[in-house]
Nanobody, 122 residues
Framework: QVQLVESGGGLVQAGGSLRLSCAAS????????MAWFRQAPGKEREFVAH???????RYSDSVKGRFTISRDNAKNTVYLQMNSLKPEDTALYYC????????????????WGQGTQVTVSS
């Protein structure tokens, strides 16, 4: 069983930056694809980015060029560096994990954190 704990959310002005962290425990971290999803009020949860066990990242079109996902296998932690934030980035951000996964969908991930709120003011 994998446990995920997100941190780093907060309130930031448009154009600002935040870095989210997700600490994992209970599994072999290096074998998991780690992802970030987000959910805004009244909307479905959507894919933001993932980084595969191989280290290959993938991003949604809405964040490409602004967000960077990275992982530190020694610390069992995945990060999401968010730059040039926009009000439409406001959402609850979730960390997710899937062993040797390749999915960009909610259904493709077995383990989820509780989420961390990101609010971008205009």
């Amino acid at each position: 069983q994998v446990q995920l704990v997100e941190s780093g959310g907060g309130l930031v002005q448009a154009g600002g930056s935040l870095r989210l962290s997700c600490a994992a425990s209970g599994g072999t971290f290096s074998s998991y694809t780690m992802a970030w999803f987000r959910q805004a009020p009244g909307k479905e949860r959507e894919f933001v980015a993932h980084i595969m066990w191989s280290g290959i990242p993938r991003y949604s079109d809405s964040v490409k060029g602004r967000f960077t996902i990275s992982r530190d296998n020694a610390k069992n932690t995945v990060y999401l560096q968010m730059n040039s934030l926009k009000p439409e980035d406001t959402a609850l951000y979730y960390c997710a994990a899937d062993r040797l996964g390749i999915s960009m969908t909610v259904a493709g991930y077995d383990y989820w954190g509780q989420g961390t709120q990101v609010t971008v003011s205009s």
